[in-house]
């Protein structure tokens, strides 16, 4: 099984910017599709972004499309989530995780992601 672990989270202004990352090691990065989901104070954890192990396709979340941009390194193993544009209701706490077959698995600690208004 993989181990992801996420990093770049912090504490941002409203309208700034911050990129998030997601290191994976242990089970092969590629071919596995890559996701970046977020859980905001008292809510369900919600899908955010997804790129598929050749990079060749996105698909965003309506609520991040045009401001969020998710790529990746598969030479480093690793995920991105840039973020731009923030709002306070894009704080939270923000996971990836690996899409095997039908199902996400392996999800990281997460880190988490603060906007002042």
């Known amino acids: 099984q993989v181990q992801l672990v996420e990093s770049g989270g912090g504490l941002v202004q409203a309208g700034g910017s911050l990129r998030l990352s997601c290191a994976a090691s242990g089970r092969t990065f590629s071919p596995y599709a890559m996701g970046w989901f977020r859980r905001g104070p008292g809510k369900e954890r919600e899908f955010v972004a997804r790129i598929t192990w050749s990079s060749g396709s996105t698909y965003y979340t309506d609520s991040v499309k045009g401001r969020f941009t998710i790529s990746r390194d598969n030479a480093k193993n690793t995920v991105y989530l840039k973020m731009n544009r923030l709002k306070s209701e894009d704080t939270a706490v923000y996971y990836c995780?690996?899409?095997?077959?039908?199902?996400?698995?392996?999800w990281g600690q997460g880190t988490q992601v603060t906007v002042s208004s």
């Open positions: 995780a690996q899409r095997v077959a039908a199902s996400w698995e392996s």
